[in-house]
């Protein structure tokens, strides 16, 4: 059975001008964020999602995690309709968001990480171990005792995976995990979403990085402007560089390092 | 259940590290307290003993009236700033993919907030005793009473501003309306009686001004849960409608959030 199936979905976000906006230029109107989307992620399957900024990848790793609804069609995780059955989909999801500082910044990495475990309910005498473990995967050993409020970008965002797989979910989201990391952290996250997929977690990552993509990826989605252009499967040995060709094919973006050649 | 109270161990310890660790946060509180202690004190001797609303001391009537309408206010404040807070740094968002329900994650929030307010009320009420000399003659039981049924209605009003906060990101609206309306109708510095009659209807509306009253008459005049029976009945019916009414809207606010893509929105 498909872990995730997403079903001919559908997402508009609505923007309507503030009160008193005859001082302002803002307009009303509406993005389609995502139209008619349909595809289905199976156990143990990494799923990378490329495409332009705006193509709907957040919005897509967003409606799986319950942190928005779709406007019709119908997302379901584990068998458990996000819409309907919202609690049962966030207990088998994990999401390690873009954004960064997510966290309360007068608490340490241990004690963020303790708090939002103890909100997901991993039971308490295993709360420590693995919280360790999971600081040692992200390369937080160090670091965690320090208050958040003191880290670089980069240690937020590892603690931000570390968060997302501390509850040990099935099915783990990553909106471009690796963006602000260095090149030694990312190989490791790298070797470490493959062991995960092994160990039979479902991973959907979004991304720009093709290299990223060719180094973890089972299959790989295209968006484009809210639309799947493409689902296809990532052979082992498909380099960054012909993912790379083939987005630009895809997408009919001009790529801007072929013209500088 | 072990559950939930793990999860309210989490919220409270989350909530007193960031307290302690804002170092300067509990001396410039316990100064207020002091300062403001200070100014009723001296108010009430200028007005003289001859001012006895409702036949009690008038700096009793100050200390008891101005620390319920505080706790209300701060308790309600503490619950909006922690949402504002958590939309402006993106934990919002991510609080609501956790495994712990919504309503749940409120409630839990709540009471972590008002055990910080409840604190700085005794502190308040403390301090006027022992430094102020404020004669009190408290019932024990009454003032539990008093509290408990009050606690649920400010948690109701904390939900409404969290709510919307949420809805509208004007949850700073409704403690507009909690500092200035309710201030002047509650009966905090003087007795409602001296309104207007058409006021003094609409005090008598408002959930506070009943806490205001029933704390006063079991604090100071230490009179019992019997005798107090109608305040206290009115202050459960408050309680009663106004909780799953703030809960309901609070739902439907963090569900049409979802729906619009605004939950960060601030």
Not at chain 1, 95 to 114: G, H, K, M, Q, W
Request: aromatic share 8%; charged share 20%.
């Amino acid at each position: 059975m498909d872990r995730i199936v997403f079903e001919s979905v559908l997402k508009i976000f609505r923007h309507r001008p503030a009160l008193f906006n005859w001082l302002g230029r803002e307009r009303g109107g509406e993005t389609i964020a995502l139209k008619d989307v349909s595809f289905s992620a199976a156990r143990a399957e990494v799923l990378v999602f490329l495409g332009p900024n705006g193509s709907g990848k957040t919005t897509a790793l967003k409606l799986i995690s319950t942190m928005l609804l779709p406007d019709a069609g119908s997302v379901r995780v584990g068998g458990f309709d996000a819409r309907r059955n919202a609690g049962e989909v966030r207990r088998q999801v994990g999401i390690a968001v873009a954004a960064e500082r997510s966290f309360f910044p007068r608490l340490s990495a241990r004690e963020n990480l303790d708090f939002f475990a103890a909100l997901d309910e991993v039971p308490r005498c295993e709360r420590a171990q693995r919280i360790n473990e999971v600081l040692q995967d992200t390369g937080l050993e160090e670091q965690a005792d320090t208050l958040v409020m003191k880290f670089s970008s980069g240690m937020y965002q590892r603690l931000g995976i570390a968060r997302a797989l501390v509850k040990r979910p099935s099915v783990l989201l990553l909106d471009e995990p690796t963006r602000s990391l260095d090149a030694a952290t990312t190989a490791h996250f790298w070797a470490t979403i493959r062991a995960l997929a092994r160990q039979e977690t479902t991973v959907l990552l979004a991304t720009h990085n093709f290299a990223e993509a060719a180094a973890v990826a089972d299959r790989l989605l295209l968006l484009h402007r809210g639309e799947l252009l493409a689902d296809r499967p990532v052979s082992g040995g498909e380099s960054a560089e012909v993912l790379r060709s083939y987005y630009f094919r895809m997408t009919g973006e001009v790529d801007e390092a072929v013209l500088k050649r | 259940m072990t559950s939930t109270l793990d999860k309210l161990h989490a919220i409270l310890r989350r909530d007193l590290l960031t307290a302690i660790r804002h170092r300067s946060g509990f001396v410039v509180a316990l100064v207020g307290v002091f300062t403001e202690l200070a100014a009723f004190y001296f108010l009430s001797r200028a007005i003289g003993p001859g001012f006895r609303p409702g036949g009690v001391e008038y700096f009793p009537f100050l200390l008891v009236g101005t620390g319920i309408y505080t706790f209300f206010v701060m308790s309600a404040q503490s619950f909006l700033s922690a949402v504002q807070e958590a939309q402006q740094t993106g934990t919002l968002e991510v609080l609501m993919t956790t495994s712990t329900a919504p309503a749940e994650l409120v409630i839990l929030s709540s009471i972590s907030a008002f055990a910080g307010n409840l604190v700085n009320l005794l502190v308040y009420l403390f301090a006027g005793v022992a430094v102020f000399r404020a004669s009190i003659h408290a019932n024990f039981f009454s003032c539990a009473a008093v509290l408990v049924l009050s606690l649920a209605i400010a948690l109701a009003l904390g939900i409404a501003a969290a709510t919307l906060q949420v809805a509208f990101q004007k949850g700073s609206a409704v403690l507009w309306l909690l500092g200035s309306g309710l201030w002047f109708l509650s009966g905090t510095m003087f007795p409602i009686q001296s309104l207007p009659r058409p006021l003094e209807l609409l005090a008598r509306a408002v959930p506070l001004t009943y806490a205001v009253d029933g704390m006063r008459r079991a604090l100071i005049e230490g009179q019992s849960m019997i005798a107090m029976t109608g305040t206290l009945a009115v202050l459960a019916g408050f309680g009663v409608v106004l909780l799953p009414l703030a809960l309901a809207g609070l739902s439907l606010s963090l569900r049409r959030a979802r729906q619009n893509g605004t939950l960060s929105f601030y």
